[in-house]
């Protein structure tokens, strides 16, 4: 890989992660490169999602997208979290209208034996990091690339109730009958994890975010005990061989923020469903937020668009603040309201 990388021009969001003055308020949208654009349909007519993944330069192009369209202050490479779980030797496929798939999920703590490991990811997960190479070069400096990773619970619910579910129940049952076995299975794919996010900063990621997407699932005690410990290792662990600002990101998880200002990460993403001071106030003043317009808000009109976006950069305040939504930008939104929340914070 070739690590000469160009000079960044703008490192606003990389300043406001570990608390530096910025010239204005970074923005960047989760699932940025995606549905919405046109140029990404075009795309995806040709090839299917786990291929775009799984192609450097067609991943690459993707991420590209929305940066040429868009004044952001970050691209985050295109990938899916769930190449852990195929990393493990699990066939998920993406059904359109229904998302992700898994042939044969996790039924029984037995099943644990069907997981290949260890991982190599080098060879498992390498087009990841040949996409984020590329990436990094074809950027120009122009801004920061962020590379990601679901977080060990998440991917556990995905790879146990083999798709998406409306109460995890499956995997939370396994939690209550199956404890370690279940720690188990955590550990399995902490362990994955960590390689894959020290592996992309290796070939240029600059900054990194964990996704407990499911986190809304658990109450504060089996947080406690299945998803915080590792979310901490994976931090500590990954700090021990890098060092790039970390963002954990737990959609739904209010109970949880107190107890995740204790694990490390450098900024602490919110949804839509909390607000600013309350957020602020549980994550403390020593830690960056994320966040955290309601994705919907998108559907307004574009006077509207920028108005709420001004406001939630005053009720959060400039200093350690990244923007963005408080969650996925959706699919048929208009990338021109996109646009207007974009010059709305930017204009904050």
């Known amino acids: ?13 990389l300043r406001a992660a570990v608390g530096e003055e910025t010239d204005k308020v970074p923005v960047w949208v989760m699932r940025q490169a995606g549905r919405y654009l046109p140029e990404f349909r075009a795309t995806r007519v040709k090839h299917d999602f786990f291929s775009l993944c799984r192609t450097p330069e067609i991943a690459c192009e993707v991420t590209l997208q929305p940066i040429r369209r868009f004044p952001l202050d970050a691209a985050i490479i295109f990938s899916d979290i769930l190449v852990v779980p195929q990393a493990l030797g699990m066939e998920v496929l993406m059904q359109a209208g229904e998302g ?5 999920p996790l039924i029984t703590p037995e099943d644990l034996r069907v997981l290949e490991t260890p991982v190599n990811v080098d060879e498992k997960l390498g087009y990841v990091f040949e996409a984020i190479n590329l990436t990094r070069h074809k950027l120009e400096g122009r801004v920061p690339l962020i590379g990601f990773a679901g977080a060990p619970w998440t991917l556990m619910s995905y790879m146990i109730e083999g798709g998406g579910s409306k109460t995890m129940a499956k995997s939370k049952a396994w939690l209550y009958r199956y404890p370690t076995e279940s720690h188990k299975l955590l550990q399995i794919l902490t362990d994955v994890i960590v390689d894959f996010l020290i592996g992309q900063v290796k070939a240029g990621a600059q900054m990194l975010q964990v996704f407990e997407s499911h986190a809304e699932y658990l109450g504060p005690e089996i947080f406690a005990q299945f998803a915080l410990p590792y979310i901490k290792q994976i931090q500590e662990r990954v700090r021990e061989k890098v060092n790039v600002p970390m963002c954990i990101f737990p959609k739904g998880g209010h109970f949880s923020l107190e107890q995740l200002s204790t694990a490390g990460y450098d900024i602490i993403g919110l949804d839509w469903t909390i607000k600013p001071d309350e ?4 994550v403390g003043s020593n830690i960056t937020v994320q966040g955290n317009m309601d994705p919907c808000a998108l559907y307004g009109p574009k006077e509207n668009i920028r108005a709420i976006a001004k406001d939630m950069v005053s009720r959060f305040g400039k200093h350690r603040y990244i923007a963005n939504l408080g969650h996925g930008i959706y699919p048929d939104v208009d990338p021109e309201h996109l646009a207007a929340f974009i010059d709305g914070i930017h204009d904050a």
């Open 1 to 13: 890989m070739d690590l000469n990388f160009p000079t960044l021009k703008n490192d606003r969001i």
């Open 100 to 104: 992700p798939v898994f042939t044969s």
């Open 279 to 282: 957020g602020r106030q549980k």
